[in-house]
């Protein structure tokens, strides 16, 4: 079973989509040029302090508002491993999986987790913090192909042998 | 087993007899709309990422420039560009400035019983006219456009039963920001809201627009309302043949249901930063703005700059006050100029614009600064919004909106 740890970074309940990636910084040219704001209407020191491999661990319905699909490309581009929360809203879901971007639904972990604590998540098992478990659910295997390829582009691309 | 309408309308796109909550299904879309906020990134995708790009039929495509109009920057004028270019390369409808991609789809082509995906959160409001329409990202956009296909996981309905009639002086927006109030933002997460009861009998299809349109802010996948004589008599002005016409069956399953009176909704006002933050309107009246908005998807149609005309007239915009007034589209422009609508508003110190998303998706007009206050008809009020991070946005009905803006601070129509 798929297993790793990360540092993690505690965000409240109904982070919207506005907070992930502002519109004004919609309009530059790459991800990459867009990362550096990223929750920046919240924490605009954020960004600069996510190190690759980090998690966010949120409340309930994490990704509500636009269906703008910058905002998981910003997460994962920040070096996010995955987001745990209470909920996610729909959209951001959908667009997450197609991007490649781990998103796990857990009830409990939010209420006792600490910033800068490290979790360990074993995929479609368990959340480990402190030695305290939380069970997850698993994924169907149609998404786990598509988690794996990366998105739902690259998942399409490796299936039908195209390399581009 | 019994069927919503919600689940009629995926089956009939699934092509099997029946379909119930939780199933996953390949449907056949119906049509699919693209606006600015993203149609780049999926024409980007296009040419990059796929081996045999094609469209499996661009007649089902509608592209629309309502974000960023006309453009502020040469970022934008270049990304307006490329959908601009790839519509006219593919013969994909395309609309500029023409007003915001809701309106238009709903002036333009929406039918009863269709499935449609667009590439914008409140794709939701199709559901005023009995279709089931859902907002997604720009590779299920993609995705859909290649293929003509997608996958959905049929979601539960909820039910809202709405019973009596509004007040005076009350509207749909203030009914569906209580429900939203009271449900919570996510208070429906991935469910269909269905609108039924004899109190959907008092309301237009422009009203049932307000309330399925804002139903993305409390997380459902769409709202819907049964196409019923109201709204067929819409399609008929307008040339249009319903696809399928639904109702739900007696024995369909509902997740939950809720009542709501409508003689006993009153004014209210989502306070900054959430659109649940619900509170009586006159709980915030008194606090100072800097700007105020009557337009966008949810309250820019001709209703909305009645109220607002009906109020200002007589009346003066507060010094210190910009009140931004923009028509949903040009069809409501026009209307409203016919009225001498327009004219109220700009002898009372208004600033009329052209038909766009504006300040309701803080980008290419009326930004506000620094610690500046809007109260806003438009869809949301997240942090920085309509602009600086330090900005609030209120959220309110036409009426109110504009008798803040004669007032100077928040205040209700009735308080004038």
């Known amino acids: 079973m798929e297993q790793f740890t990360g540092r993690v970074w505690v965000l409240g309940d109904d982070i919207d989509t506005d907070i992930i990636i502002p519109t004004e910084y919609l309009a530059l040219k790459t991800i990459e040029d867009m ?96 030695g305290e478990k939380y069970p997850i659910a698993s994924l169907p295997d149609n998404l786990v192909e598509i988690l794996n390829a990366g998105g739902l582009v690259k998942a399409m691309q490796k299936r039908n042998g195209i390399h581009k | 087993m019994g069927m919503t309408i919600a689940e009629k309308i995926i089956a009939l796109a699934a092509g099997v007899p029946e379909v119930k909550a939780g199933d996953i299904h390949t449907v056949n879309l119906d049509r699919m709309m693209s606006n600015d906020g993203t149609t780049h990134l999926t024409v980007d995708m296009y040419h990059n990422k796929l081996k045999h790009p094609h469209i499996a039929d661009p007649k089902k495509m509608v592209f629309i420039v309502d974000h ?16 601009r270019d790839f519509a006219r390369e593919h013969n994909i409808d395309f609309w500029e400035g023409k007003g915001v991609c809701h309106q238009i789809m709903m002036e333009n082509y929406v039918r009863p019983g269709e499935l449609i995906f667009g590439a914008d959160s409140h794709t939701c409001t199709y559901g005023a006219l009995g279709a089931f329409g859902t907002g997604v990202g720009c590779t299920d956009l993609l995705y859909g456009m290649v293929t003509g296909t997608s996958w959905v ?64 802010e409390a997380g459902a996948k769409t709202a819907i309302f049964q196409a019923d004589e109201i709204a067929l008599e819409y ?12 109702e739900s069956d007696p024995d369909a399953v509902y997740a939950r249901e809720y009542t709501f009176d409508l003689s006993k909704i009153q004014p209210v006002a989502a306070r900054p930063d959430f659109v649940d933050d619900v509170v009586p309107a006159k709980e915030v009246c008194g606090v100072r703005i800097d700007e105020a908005f009557l337009g966008s998807c949810n309250n820019g149609r001709i209703d909305d700059l009645r109220v607002g005309a009906k109020i200002l007239k007589g009346h003066k915009v507060s010094d210190h006050v910009r009140f931004l007034v923009v028509p949903a589209s040009q069809e409501v422009y026009l209307q409203a100029m016919k009225e001498g609508l327009i004219e109220i508003f700009m002898e009372s110190g208004a600033i009329v614009m052209n038909p766009n998303c504006s300040v309701c998706w803080g980008s290419c007009q009326g930004v506000i600064g620094e610690n500046e206050v809007l109260i806003s008809t438009g869809t949301r009020n997240f942090k920085g919004r309509a602009g600086h991070p330090s900005s609030k946005v209120y959220l309110g009905s036409s009426a109110t909106v504009t008798a803040s803006a004669i007032k100077g601070e928040i205040c209700t129509a009735d308080q004038l």
């Not at chain 2, 960023?68 to 959908?83: E, L």
């Not at chain 2, 208070?187 to 399925?212: A, H, I, P």
């Not at chain 2, 399609?235 to 639904?246: D, S, T």
């Open chain 1, 35 to 130: 990362k550096q704001y990223g929750f920046s209407p919240l924490r605009p020191e954020l960004a600069g302090q996510i190190q690759p491999g980090d998690i966010i661990v949120a409340g309930k319905n994490f990704g509500c508002g636009s269906s703008r699909e910058q905002a998981p490309e910003v997460v994962k581009a920040l070096g996010i491993r995955c987001v745990i929360a209470k909920s996610f809203a729909r959209i951001f879901f959908r667009n997450s999986i197609n991007n490649g971007l781990l998103l796990i639904e857990q009830p409990d972990l939010h209420d006792h987790v600490k910033e800068g604590d490290t979790i360990t998540v074993t995929v479609n098992q368990d959340v480990d913090h402190n």
């Open chain 2, 235 to 246: 399609l008929r002005e307008r040339g249009r043949e319903p696809k399928a016409v639904f």
């Open chain 2, 68 to 83: 960023n109009v006309p453009s502020d920057s040469p970022k934008t004028a270049a990304s307006q560009k490329k959908m």
């Open chain 2, 153 to 216: 996981l049929v979601p539960e309905t909820v039910k809202f039963n709405l019973v009596g009639k509004l007040p005076e002086g009350v509207y749909p927006r203030d009914l569906m920001l209580t429900i939203i109030g009271e449900i919570g933002a996510n208070g429906v997460n991935y469910q269909v809201m269905e609108f039924t009861g004899e109190g959907t009998k008092t309301l237009s299809v422009n009203d049932r627009m307000v309330l399925c349109n804002l139903a993305v």
